[in-house]
Nanobody, 123 residues
Framework: QVQLVESGGGLVQAGGSLRLSCAAS????????MGWFRQAPGKERECVAA????????YYSDFVKGRFTISRDNAKNTVYLQMRSLKPEDTAVYYC????????????????WGQGTQVTVSS
C-alpha cells in the first residue's frame, strides 16, 4: 500500500513557474514507477509526465514537452513536477500516481493515486 500526498499547487500568472511535489509513504518507493496526471473541469484525466523507478526513463506529453520536468528523489520518497512557462490551459487539478514495476519502464496505468492539488494559471 502506498499513500501519496501532493503539494505545491496554487495560483500563478501565465508565463510563471510552479513546482509540484508528491511525497510517498512506504519503504519500497524506489521500486515504484510514478506519474503526474491532470484533469481540467469537463475534461478527461490526461497523463502529463511519467518516470521509471530509477529515474532513467521519462515520458512527457506533447502539450508539456519542453516546459515541464519530472524528477524523483528516492532517498526522500518524493517525485517532483517542475512546471515553467505556464499557460492558462494548464489550469487543472494535478494528481500524482504510483505503481510497482518489475522493470525500469514508465507506466501509464497506476494503482495508487493522491488527492490532487489545484493549479490555476491566470492570463
Amino acid at each position: 500500500q502506498v499513500q501519496l500526498v501532493e503539494s505545491g499547487g496554487g495560483l500563478v500568472q501565465a508565463g510563471g513557474s510552479l513546482r509540484l511535489s508528491c511525497a510517498a509513504s512506504g519503504r519500497t518507493f524506489s521500486s515504484y514507477a510514478m506519474g503526474w496526471f491532470r484533469q481540467a473541469p469537463g475534461k478527461e484525466r490526461e497523463c502529463v509526465a511519467a518516470i521509471s523507478w530509477s529515474g532513467g526513463k521519462r515520458y512527457y506529453s506533447d502539450f508539456v514537452k519542453g516546459r515541464f520536468t519530472i524528477s524523483r528523489d528516492n532517498a526522500k520518497n518524493t517525485v517532483y513536477l517542475q512546471m515553467r512557462s505556464l499557460k492558462p490551459e494548464d489550469t487543472a487539478v494535478y494528481y500524482c500516481a504510483a505503481d510497482s514495476s518489475s522493470s525500469d519502464y514508465v507506466l501509464f496505468e497506476y494503482s495508487y493515486w493522491g488527492q490532487g492539488t489545484q493549479v490555476t494559471v491566470s492570463s
